[in-house]
């Protein structure tokens, strides 16, 4: 079992919610986060002065799947949440050790 | 002063005019609260929106109640020695309701004590733009009745109530000296004694505010100017004409510079635009012509982005919103430019450099250095004061996490 946590463009999760939906992939949790990346950011301009706003808005995307379905659904938010310009975010796996589902106890792949 | 009603009064009531300085008063109010309040309230941090604008609606109140029970007396009472007023009408005592303003024989009394009210109101408020985001609450209060009373009534006095830069000459239609440049100087001193903040930025929470704040101070500003006709007649209807041309010249000047400056156009420059042709066109607008107020709208722009983005770098004094860069610099600029540009043929109390009387300019320089040196020295005696007794500044823990969750146990947003 694996966690995605994507990290993407706020105005991509309607798009991206609905492909992970479409491939069966309903769980996820949502988290509007701030952050930077290595261009620290963006310039804004105020009465003549530059200022370096280096967190954005981000939403964050956490993802538990089984390994299987890991590459389709990685696939699918690079596919949606792409638009070649600076700011696209990243995804970052990592491994989980184990799943529980709180209504039932069930543990492990099923819980997931 | 005590008028009694008597017949010469009813014979020239104008109810055009009482109703037209009515309508102008309401519009003034409603250029402090919501409109500097939302314009400065959008500017600062979301962690201290609250108190941003809860300044400038205690000023208001605070003013309010100071200016019916001693203030317009001392201000626009009979003159003493070209000085102050004499408090004759403590609490309006005296002031029976039909009758009419010495300063403005076709209204009553009332309706123009509550007119020059809420120009007092937006002149204290004004100041807070500078000081915001680091100033004790508890100060402020104790500064907005002693300002008040130690340097706004003895200057529009001296400028409006029959004192002495008056018998000298100074023209000031609605308020360059006495509200804008006032207002902007007094800032500049507080700012001074207080202080930079920790973090000086001028990063906008919420623009849309300010935007909304700017729009309300435009349209509350034809009460301000146009109502200083004090009737409503030819001169509101010049000075209406002038102060929107002003601010559109001051609004598409600045754009200009950004533009060449920066690359690109912004919405904060543009309403700071308008506000510095608003301010620059005041002390002049019932004095000159369409085309003198779009050029004293063109150049205020000039002057004030440069004060703001040259000046104050240099010197370093933290005048967070630009109280002193706009108001100050604006107001000096428009009572130089109404000594340029006063025409004769607007208002025959007032004749300008253009029309063959240079020394105008002159007398209007005399009135600007007046008030900045007495501004100045009153505001800093002020602070002092409030500094070595109660303290000005909030803690640096205080500073750095906002004062409305601190001050106030209030937070704008719960998002």
């Known amino acids: ?112 | 002063m005590n008028l009694k009603g008597g017949k010469i009064m009813d014979a020239l009531l104008n109810s055009g005019d009482t109703a037209w300085m009515l309508t102008s008063t309401a519009l003034v109010m409603l250029m402090t609260i919501p409109g500097v309040a939302l314009f400065y309230g959008g500017l600062t941090k979301k962690e201290n929106v609250l108190n941003t604008i809860f300044l400038s609606f205690i000023a208001f109140a605070i003013t309010s109640i100071i200016w019916v029970v001693y203030g317009y007396p001392l201000a626009f009472g009979t003159d003493i020695m070209g000085i102050i007023g004499n408090p004759a009408n403590i609490l309006m005592n005296g002031i029976d309701i039909n009758a009419l303003a010495p300063l403005a024989p076709t209204i009553p009394f009332l309706v123009y004590v509550a007119f020059q009210m809420v120009f007092a109101a937006i002149t204290v408020a004004l100041i807070s733009g500078a000081v915001v985001e680091r100033l004790k609450f508890s100060a402020w209060m104790v500064f907005v009745p002693a300002w008040i009373t130690l340097v706004y009534i003895p200057i529009s006095h001296w400028v409006w109530g029959g004192g002495w830069l008056a018998k000298l000459g100074v023209l000031d239609f609605a308020g360059g000296t006495v509200v804008h440049l006032n207002a902007g100087i007094a800032a500049l001193a507080l700012v001074l004694l207080l202080g930079k903040r920790k973090d000086i930025k001028l990063l906008p929470h919420n623009l849309g505010y300010s935007v909304i704040g700017a729009a309300l101070l435009w349209f509350g500003w034809f009460g301000f100017n146009a109502g200083s006709a004090l009737t409503a007649g030819g001169l509101a209807g010049s000075a209406f004409l002038v102060t929107n041309t002003a601010t559109a010249a001051g609004l598409i000047s600045w754009v200009m510079i950004d533009i060449i400056k920066t690359g690109k156009p912004t919405v904060l420059g543009a309403i700071s635009g308008a506000i510095a042709g608003l301010v620059a066109i005041t002390p002049a607008a019932g004095f000159v012509t369409v085309g003198g107020s779009i050029v004293i709208g063109f150049l205020v722009s000039i002057f004030c982005y440069f004060a703001i983005s040259t000046v104050k770098t240099r010197f370093g004094y933290d005048d967070a919103l630009d109280v002193f860069g706009i108001h100050g610099i604006g107001g000096a600029w428009g009572a130089i430019a109404t000594g340029i540009f006063a025409a004769p043929f607007i208002n025959s109390l007032g004749t300008g450099a253009l029309y063959g009387n240079p020394g105008q300019i002159l007398t209007q320089i005399i009135g600007v250095l007046v008030v900045v040196g007495y501004t100045f020295i009153m505001t800093i005696l002020i602070a002092k004061v409030i500094d070595k007794t109660m303290g000005l500044r909030v803690d640096l823990k205080e500073e750095v996490e906002g004062l409305d969750t601190h001050l106030h146990e209030e937070s704008g947003y719960r998002i």
């Open chain 1, 1 to 112: 079992m694996k966690e995605i946590t994507a990290i993407i463009r706020p105005d991509k999760l309607e798009v991206v919610k609905q492909a992970l939906q479409e491939i069966q992939c309903n769980g996820v949790t949502v988290t509007e986060v701030k952050g930077r990346g290595r261009q620290l950011g963006i310039t804004e301009s105020y009465r003549g002065r530059d200022y370096k706003v280096d967190l954005l808005p981000k939403t964050r995307l956490e993802i538990i799947v089984n390994n299987e379905d890991l590459e389709k659904v990685i696939e699918t938010i690079v596919k949606k949440a792409q638009t070649g310009d600076i700011g696209d975010g990243k995804i970052f796996i990592s491994p989980v050790d184990e799943v529980v589902r709180i209504r039932t106890g069930e543990r492990g792949e099923k819980a997931v």
